[in-house]
């Protein structure tokens, strides 16, 4: 029995809200999304929490791009551009490219993960990555605390320089795609929590 488990009676509630919704988010394909817009005071709660992610040196390298609405009529042709500089065998192909922007139409919320380090970093570029990941993270849990669920798309199209070069932004770690679910959330598990840490007493 671990200790999340073992006595829930003794952590505070506030704690347990927290463990809660870690355990709740889920990682939804963006067909499973409905089409409703996120309100902008919920987006702005979900970027907060972004910021306030860890970062060594208090560098904050993290920006974000958020595409809902008609805005994400850009992001369409951000795709399109993106793959039409990658190496697909059909990248000059109009249907495909199509295919590309209607991506951008399937959830009503996308969030870049934009890494900015100064010229002169202070710190080395994983950490930067790090902390970055850990802003995603933010979001992602403060996005389950608001009933949405979505998943982080990182795949060649959004990591493309010419995406990064389009959001004026450095590097892209990809897009945290975010919406409603139109059904019911997928159970999920983990192994054992003795079975991946070893105490030192």
């Given amino acids: 029995m671990n200790a999340v488990t073992a006595n829930p009676a003794a952590f505070p509630p506030a704690a347990l809200t927290v463990l809660d919704v870690i355990r709740a988010r889920r990682t939804v394909d963006i067909g499973l999304l409905r089409p409703d817009a996120v309100p902008r005071e919920v987006v702005e709660a979900i970027l907060e929490a972004g910021i306030w992610a860890p970062n ?12 809902t609405a008609a805005g994400r009529a850009r992001l369409a042709e951000v795709f399109a551009q993106a793959y039409a500089a990658g190496s697909a065998p059909d990248r000059d192909s109009e249907s495909a490219l199509e295919a590309q922007r ?26 930067e990555q790090a902390a970055l990941a850990c802003a995603a993270q933010n979001m992602w849990l403060a996005a389950t605390a608001f009933g949405l669920v979505g998943k982080w798309v990182s795949g060649p199209v959004m990591v493309s320089p010419v995406a990064a070069q389009a959001l004026g932004a450095p590097k892209l770690l990809g897009l945290l795609v975010l919406g409603y679910p139109a059904a019911e959330l997928p159970s999920a598990n983990r192994a054992p929590l003795a079975d991946k840490v070893t105490w030192v007493e």
């Fill in 56 to 67: 060594h040196g208090r560098t904050e390298p993290w920006r974000f791009t958020v595409f």
């Fill in 102 to 127: 209607a991506r951008a139409w399937r959830a009503p919320l996308w969030i870049s993960l934009e890494l900015h380090m100064p010229e002169k970093p202070k710190m080395p570029e994983w950490e």
